[in-house]
Every structure is written in C-alpha cells, then in structure tokens.
C-alpha cells in the first residue's frame, strides 16, 4: 500500500519561499492526483493544491494562488509544492494525499485516500 511522505517543512521569515516534497513509499502514485492540504491549529484542514496524474491539469485554493506552485515528477514518484512569500498565515502542518477520483482536483477533501504525516511549516512575521 502506498504511503505518501512528505519533507521539507520549517521555520521561515515572511516573505521567504520553501518547497515541500510528497515522495512514494511503498508503491507508487501512478494514475493518482495528488493533494497537498494544510491545518492550522484550532482550525479544520483546507485544500491548498492539487495536480492531475499528467501534470496537465493543476488547482489552487485562493488563497495561495500566485504564490504557490505545484509540480510533480512521476519517474521519481515525487509531488513539489513551490510556496513563495510567505505569510503568517500560511503557518500549519502541510499534508500531502492521494485520489484516484477526478473530485480531487476540486479538493474534495473526502475522495483522498492516503495521506501522510505531514510536515510543519512555521512562518514568523
């Protein structure tokens, strides 16, 4: 069963840029969209990103676009998430999920399957 695994969270200024990782363990995300959500404590989980399995088809929440960008590299089985200048806000632990279901693409929280750990991003003002 695969298990999506992410890296790459930390401690950041606003207005600096991290990237995040989702790498495959244990299989592969062949066919998956793959999401990337985010909560904050005290709040629910929210959509911040997902891509299709061909990397033709990418969404944003709102709130991120223009300075979030999602990428995928499917011979490493690797999904990127770009995130520049930062803000306060953006401050959660990011977690990164797997659908086989086009629904995914609208961040449909409930069609992901597999999710992972998560990473902490922390940005200071």
């Known amino acids: 069963q695969v298990q999506p695994v992410e890296s790459g969270g930390g401690l950041v200024q606003a207005g600096g840029s991290l990237r995040l990782s989702c790498a495959a363990s244990?299989?592969?995300?062949?066919?998956?969209?793959v999401g990337w959500f985010r909560q904050a404590p005290g709040k629910a989980r929210e959509f911040v990103s997902a891509?299709?399995?061909?990397?033709?088809?990418?969404t944003y929440a709102d709130s991120v676009k223009g300075r979030f960008t999602i990428s995928r590299d499917n011979a490493k089985d690797t999904v990127y998430l770009y995130m520049n200048n930062l803000k306060s806000e953006d401050t959660a632990v990011y977690s990164c999920a797997l659908t086989p279901s086009w629904k995914g693409l609208q961040g449909a929280v409930n069609e992901y399957k597999y999710w992972g750990q998560g990473t902490q991003v922390t940005v200071s003002s």
């Open positions: 891509i299709s399995w061909g990397a033709d088809t990418t």
């Open positions: 244990g299989g592969t995300f062949s066919r998956n969209i």
